[in-house]
């Protein structure tokens, strides 16, 4: 039997007003694997993850998450198969499969770690307090944070607050975790303490789409390497893809990035 796509997009485009960006975008991600995302500011890496999460609507073309489409439910109407489009519920149903990590960890600052990651299982789960700081301390401690459960953010370093925000997607147990530079707005020294969590989670299975320009960690993680240029896929490939690049334009980018 085969195995259905964790992600599939097929043919997706978005465009702000007149501004195009992203042109169409074929990309599938299978359950337990790792893609890594590589390219330039601007190519519209951000803008794709944001529409797996249904933080913006496409313009055009399919995204299937788990081989359900997202966003819109096929109905018969008048004997025609048409699409409606979900309510809110249905698609926080969907985003719920979905953990995502920015560049800013973005952590309420008046509660603490535990509190921080308690949040969302609480408040939009309704998960019951006691299970929920179980729960909690025990995705704290995957993230190596089982000493830091009652610091503010304003005591948690850069690369403690990254993992923190790590947590905290995991404390909803999504099927897929969604990074976005999660590494960039940190200190150097603090880098590798989060790409060793995404590694280990890597480890145990989770299935995983980042954007970084950690080409190391592409390299030793990383099941596919997508290169996005100008709202394209330009090349895509498994990690050796990276020391053996094809398209001109990745050839450039990896000499400027390396
Ligand atoms: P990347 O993450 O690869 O740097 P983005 O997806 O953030 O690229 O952005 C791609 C293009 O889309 C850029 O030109 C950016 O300015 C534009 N863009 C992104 N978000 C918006 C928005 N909400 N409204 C208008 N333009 C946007
Ligand atoms: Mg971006």
Redesign the pocket.
Known sequence: MATIPAIKATGVHKA??S?H??KGVDLTVMPGTVTVIL??????????L?LINQL?TLTGGEIDVNGEMIGYKPVERGGQRVLQTLNDKEVAAQRAKLGMVFQRFNLFPHMTALENVMEAPVHVKHVHKREARELAVAELQRVGLGDRLDYYPSQLSGGQQQRVAIARALAMKPEIMLF??PTSALDPELVGEVLGVMRSLAQDGMTMVC?THEIGFAREVADQVVF?DG?VVVEKGGPEIIANPTEPRFKDFLRHVL
């Open positions: 702000y007003g501004l960006v992203l390219g330039p500011s601007g190519s519209g890496k951000s803008t794709f944001r913006e976005d530079e954007v996005m709202g």
